[in-house]
């Protein structure tokens, strides 16, 4: 899951198949033999959830692949056979696993995207190691998204990059073509459910005239 707050765990050396049979073990990725427990802040699981749904809507209606969630564990680092990382969201393109069927332990192929949610708390030689396992793993499409910014990192497999305001665009580019959305669009999702959220949220004001929330828009 997110990189949001990261805990390593060191009483004993794991594996993945250690990880695949214990309670809870979905919260945890695994990096050099110690756990790594993956916190995740209601904000960036709402953005996560989000961002799924929509891959899944469009990927579904266009049968273009699967749309993993942030529970997937990625075994497929050739360098660290025994690594498990769990990004937020990923995509597989159709035709990639064997006879269309979805292993039943870890993913063994690398994805055509990761999509990382970093949180406030994240530690930023934690997101780059994760990053550095992607590239290294040949995944073609990375983004990585900062909610406190509003904006967003491109990593590409031929290595340019592109930073993302909030009234840029993510795009599926040539891993999954045609899909395209803003990032306002993400985070105007976030503010509706926290304006949802607020107290007295749709109260009136004496004489009849609906309460303002105060909410400022964004400049």
């Known amino acids: ?16 198949e250690d990880l695949l049979g ?4 979905e919260r945890y990725e695994l990096v050099d ?13 709402w953005i996560e959830l989000y961002l799924a749904a929509l891959l899944l809507f469009y990927c579904k209606e266009k049968d273009l692949g699967w749309v993993l969630p942030g529970t997937t564990g990625l075994q497929c680092f050739p360098d660290a056979p025994d690594r ?9 393109r159709k035709g990639r696993y064997p006879g269309e069927r979805l292993p039943k332990g870890f993913t063994p ?16 030689g ?4 994760k990053l550095l396992d992607y590239r290294q793993a040949g995944i073609p499409l990375i983004w990585v998204i ?10 590409r497999a031929d290595g340019s990059t592109s930073v993302l305001r909030e009234d840029d665009e993510l795009s599926g580019e040539g891993v999954i073509p045609g899909f395209r959305c803003k990032l306002r669009e993400i985070f105007q999702a976030r503010e509706d459910a926290d304006t949802a959220a607020e107290p007295g949220n749709g109260s009136r004001k004496p004489g009849g005239g609906r309460a303002k929330s105060g909410r400022r828009k964004p400049s």
């Open 84 to 92: 498990v990382r769990r990004p937020d969201v990923s995509f597989v």
């Open 126 to 129: 934690e997101l780059e190691s």
């Open 33 to 45: 033999g110690g756990l790594v427990e993956q916190v995740i802040g209601t904000e960036s699981s």
């Open 1 to 16: 899951m997110s990189v949001a707050s990261q805990t390593k765990i060191k009483t004993k050396r794991y594996t993945p």
């Open 146 to 155: 900062y909610p406190d910014s509003r904006s967003a990192i491109v990593y």
């Open 109 to 124: 192929i690398s994805p055509d995207l990761a999509v990382e949610i970093v949180s406030p708390r994240a530690l930023a």
């Open 22 to 25: 214990m309670p809870g073990g």
